[in-house]
């Protein structure tokens, strides 16, 4: 059932980035920008939290996930550690992610050459 | 002579002779493999908790086993294959951020590893982490002051 | 001396001819409808160089040796070589032609270059000072996505009315000689800018100058649009086609029946998958090279007007929000 509402639910998701990508001409990069502040203030909000229970890896993985996250960290390190968690939150949650991207983009640019479409 | 076209004419005739976008079935298609991205995703939470890790420590390693696999993929030039066809199916999910990353760095590693591979690496995944992070910021200041 | 026609245009007088041609693709190119008419197909882009850059000048120099050799010449025979391409300061065009060791133009017109370049070669020889004259266009479709777009390996889709950059060199010798095809006249194209924005959608802020420059050359010479066997744009594809014809028709000249499109002859749209057609500097080069040339040497085209249509825009312009400012420009060759 976890994995029907994944599927669900993330394609749902997917959907609304092609109908924007598709009838505003927006570029990619733009629709990152756009899913990850929106799922930061969804998150912020707390109902995306409650879209991740119920879809699971359906919701946590699309960028508003992301978005999620830096919100989720930025308010459980200020109720851990006051008002510094405002700027530590934030990045503290995310670093796993941003690190891993950023190394492993480093690995296959050292392997591989960019290849023509 | 006939009088020029205006900018507003010219601008109705392309919008007249320029196909759009096939919208449907691009939706079908990111429907689609946004899902499948989504249920690997799931997939890989569940075998995490099997393994008795905390919901927290799967998420976690969900997102690294997408981004690695996604960068991988991009390596080998699938990933530009996959984006072609799903569109936002393959945007949307951590794995476009993490080929939004990998791609830059793969093609601007021939103008040196400071300013070509190391500047460039960001050119996309630069503004996420930015606009990403100031939005926390600002959720932060009204959660302070709001709790 | 060459003559000052109505508005924009000018006539010659010398028998300027093109004594060779030559043309160099790429895989895709190669696999498209006119593949017998070009002199190389690559089957690596990369053209065992390091970058796309280097490999667009790779392809350019062997062009242009290329295109020497087919007239029986030496570089040393050469007076003047005039090129451009599509990349920052004409880079592709430089380290092509730095081993020729002949005087060097570059010229930019985006997509347009190679008009460009024939006229500006055609005024060389028309004024006496320059026997031989060599001139080409070459673009390169990673290098140009990598400038002007995204990262080759980044997934993203193609909109309808995106075209796609031909990979290639397309270079052409004139002289003064009296086995023809001759360049008889040309019409220099203004910029025409009709408030287009969307860089994927190229055709639509071109049309406005080649209707432009096609209206121009008619009535500068007072042409009815039947004069020319066949009227070649560069690389509008499919949209832009569909607007030069509406725009011109609205001036009361109807070119559909001799019209062709570079862009869209090049590529097999279903097949290939190329959306709305062809691009770039090479697009309309190796097209006039390889097939355009060809048929004029074998009378199948005696009268053929060429015009090669440029996108003039930067990276930097498009991102502040300028309009995207067509050009085209005409050469009017028979044989």
């Not at chain 1, 990850?36 to 969804?42: A, F, Q, R, S, Y």
């Not at chain 2, 936002?88 to 794995?95: K, Q, R, Y």
């Not at chain 3, 001036?251 to 090049?266: F, P, R």
Request: proline share 3%; hydrophobic share 40%.
């Amino acid at each position: 059932m976890d994995y029907l509402k994944a599927f669900v639910v993330g394609g749902i998701i997917c959907v609304i980035g092609q109908i924007l990508i598709d009838k505003t001409k927006l570029t990619s990069a733009r629709i990152l920008v756009l899913f990850v502040v929106c799922g930061c203030i969804l998150g912020g909000l707390g109902w995306y939290q409650k879209l991740v229970e119920f879809a699971g890896a359906g919701a946590s993985v699309p960028l508003f996930g992301f978005g999620n996250t830096l919100a989720r960290g930025v308010m459980s390190e200020i109720d851990e550690a006051g008002v510094m968690g405002i700027f530590t939150g934030g990045l503290k949650a995310a670093s796993g992610g941003i690190t891993v991207a950023i190394v492993s983009a480093f690995v296959m640019a050292c392997i591989f050459d960019p290849k023509e479409k | 002579m006939p009088k020029d076209i205006t900018k507003e004419q010219y601008s109705d005739m392309v919008k007249k002779a320029s196909p759009d976008s096939p919208v449907i079935t691009n939706c079908i298609k990111a429907f689609f493999v946004g899902g499948i991205i989504c249920t690997i995703g799931q997939l890989i939470t569940n075998c995490c908790r099997i393994f008795g890790l905390s919901m927290e420590q799967s998420s976690n390693y969900t997102s690294i086993i997408l981004v690695i696999t996604a960068s991988v993929l991009t390596g080998l030039g699938l990933y530009s294959k996959l984006g072609k066809f799903a569109g936002a199916g393959s945007i949307v999910p951590i794995t476009g951020f993490s080929n939004s990353v990998t791609a830059p760095a793969i093609e601007f590693k021939k103008e040196g590893f400071i300013l070509g591979l190391g500047a460039k690496i960001f050119i996309v995944a630069g503004p996420v982490i930015l606009y990403g992070v100031l939005t926390s910021i600002a959720v932060g200041i009204v959660y302070y002051i709001l709790s | 001396m060459a003559k000052h026609r109505g508005k924009q245009s000018m006539e010659f007088e010398r028998s300027i001819a093109i004594v060779s041609a030559s043309a160099t693709v790429g895989t895709k190119e190669g696999e498209g409808p006119l593949r017998e008419y070009f002199d190389v197909i690559l089957t690596d882009n990369l053209c065992g160089q390091e970058s796309w850059e280097k490999a667009e000048s790779k392809i350019a120099s062997d062009n242009l040796k290329l295109c020497i050799n087919k007239a029986g010449l030496k570089p040393e025979d050469i007076s003047y070589v005039v090129t451009g391409d599509l990349l920052n300061q004409c880079c592709g065009s430089t380290f092509g032609v730095r081993s020729l060791k002949i005087p060097f133009f570059g010229v930019f017109g985006a997509c347009s270059t190679m008009g460009e370049a024939m006229g500006l070669s055609s005024v060389l020889i028309e004024s006496g000072g320059a026997k031989y004259v060599l001139c080409g266009a070459s673009s390169h479709f990673a290098s140009a996505e990598k400038q002007f777009r995204f990262p080759m390996d980044l997934g993203t889709q193609r909109t309808p009315t995106a075209t796609w950059t031909v990979t290639g060199d397309g270079a052409v010798l004139l002289a003064e000689k009296d086995e023809g095809p001759y360049i008889r006249r040309i019409t220099t194209g203004k910029i025409m800018d009709m408030g287009i924005t969307d860089a994927n959608n190229m055709g639509a802020a071109m049309a406005p100058a080649a209707a432009d420059a096609i209206y121009q050359h008619l009535s500068d010479f007072n042409f009815k649009p039947d004069h020319y066997d066949v009227i070649a744009t560069g690389d509008l594809g499919y949209v832009g086609r569909e607007l030069l014809i509406e725009l011109l028709k609205n001036k009361g000249i109807d070119i559909s029946k001799n019209h062709i499109d570079c862009g869209i002859e090049i590529f097999d749209r279903e097949l290939q998958d190329t959306h709305s057609g062809g691009s770039g500097c090479a697009c309309s080069a190796v097209t006039f090279s390889g097939m355009l040339y060809n048929k004029l040497r074998h009378k199948k085209i005696d009268r053929l007007l060429f015009v090669p249509t440029g996108a003039l825009m930067s990276p930097t312009s498009v991102q502040q929000g300028e309009s995207i400012a067509g050009i085209a420009h005409c050469v009017g060759i028979e044989n």
